[in-house]
């Protein structure tokens, strides 16, 4: 029996296919990895994951996840404060708040929950918050909430516009406290703030700064530590976000870090916390174990960081123009959604995984495929990729 909602949903999706923007999912039979096993595909080369350090499938990161679930148990049972926080969180999260540079961090499920959790726990009615324009949707989301939560004033400022959100931190002076949140990297540029420029103005103003570094955790500075670490600011950011699902690891689970005031109080007052299930202790056991292999392995890090200049070099030299950056997020621009799909399938046909991104992720117009290296990818790997791209683009006629 089919009702009214689903009607129209069943309608909508019909219109999604028309107009080639269905997503479709693709079933991996294996690890993920820098080539995996695709159902009904075979072996393809992953040019589209979040495995920046090649550590889902590192031993020593498995072998932390199933060494905590024999430890630990498969579940946590309830929230943290009901029926206890197992140890091994404890050990994380003061890995976490060493490996960027703050006093403390506390753990959940996900770096959206933390971003939800944030403003809408320390924020209220005399306070603000301003969010980069590009910021990422769990970012976006979690200011909308603070907004309906607790009524805090909220704000947008243009994106990497410093002039613009000092004028706007300039006309909030009677605000108790101002809250400033942007991405370390965004994730669909491969941009990298101007965190020096960040941290100016909000200390100008005697606003506090929050940097979701999820895409440059385990990717940015010399050893992995992070957008602080990159610019040699490590210990001057006032809140750092970040995910245990990219880089480290790519399970799941995110965290806040700062001062202890900071994360006791969301301990005794975040939503997420006080009504969710903690992190599984195997997600933490290999968290935890990714951390560690990354502080005892930095070479990752160099690795990344060459195998992402070699593949833009080639990508250039094939005839393409990514946007430019350092990053190992590398976006091709095609214009329609429509179009990045379809150039997405097409390498896919050729053995590349890499997916296409369009409204409502990117504006109107602004549709890409965005590649995505890992320190794993070897120079046949990036070489083979390489000539798929090229393929597709002669019989698309971009190159």
Request: glycine share 10%; charged share 25%; net charge negative.
């Amino acid at each position: 029996m089919t009702n009214a909602l689903d009607a129209r949903l069943r309608a909508e999706l019909d219109q999604f296919v028309r107009e080639g923007v269905y997503k479709r999912l693709n079933y991996l039979e294996g690890p993920q990895a820098p080539r995996v096993r695709m159902e009904g595909r075979g072996e393809v080369i992953v040019l589209s994951s979040n495995n920046y350090l090649g550590l889902s499938n590192e031993p020593a990161v498995v072998a932390g996840g199933r060494e905590a679930l024999e430890r630990f148990g498969a579940g946590t049972a309830s929230v943290r404060f009901i029926c206890g926080t197992f140890t091994i969180h404890r050990e994380l999260e003061q890995a976490c708040a060493r490996l960027v540079g703050t006093a403390s961090a506390l753990s959940f499920v996900s770096c959206w929950n933390a971003n939800e959790a944030l403003p809408t726990t320390v924020l209220g009615e005399e306070d603000l918050v301003l969010s980069d324009q590009l910021n990422h949707a769990s970012i976006i989301d979690g200011v909308r909430l603070a907004k309906a939560i607790v009524k805090c004033q909220t704000g947008v400022y243009r994106h990497g516009d410093l002039r613009d959100l000092d004028d706007r931190l300039a006309a909030a002076s009677d605000r108790r406290t101002k809250l400033v949140i942007s991405d370390g990297v965004f994730s669909m540029e491969g941009a990298i703030c101007d965190l020096p420029g960040l941290v100016e103005v909000c200390r100008k103003h005697g606003a506090v700064l929050v940097i979701d570094d999820s895409h440059g955790t385990g990717v940015l500075g010399e050893t992995g530590r992070g957008t602080p670490e990159h610019f040699g600011m490590v210990g001057e950011v006032d809140i750092i976000t970040s995910t245990l699902g990219k880089a480290l690891g790519g399970a799941a689970g995110g965290f806040v870090a700062g001062s202890a005031e900071l994360t006791d109080y969301l301990t005794q007052r975040a939503r997420p916390q006080l009504f969710s299930n903690a992190l599984p202790c195997t997600v933490a056991g290999s968290a935890l174990a990714a951390i560690r292999f990354l502080e005892a392995h930095p070479e990752r890090v160099r690795t990344l960081r060459e195998n992402t200049r070699y593949f833009r070099e080639r990508l250039v030299e094939a005839g393409f123009r990514p946007l430019p950056g350092e990053t190992p997020i590398i976006p091709v621009i095609l214009g329609e959604t429509a179009a990045a799909i379809r150039m997405s399938e097409m390498l896919l046909d050729e053995g590349v995984f890499v997916t296409g991104f369009g409204y409502p992720v990117v504006p109107h117009g602004e549709a890409r495929v965005r590649c995505q290296i890992s320190a794993a990818h070897t120079r046949d790997d990036l070489d083979q990729a390489i000539e798929a791209f090229r393929k597709v683009g002669r019989r698309l006629g971009l190159v």
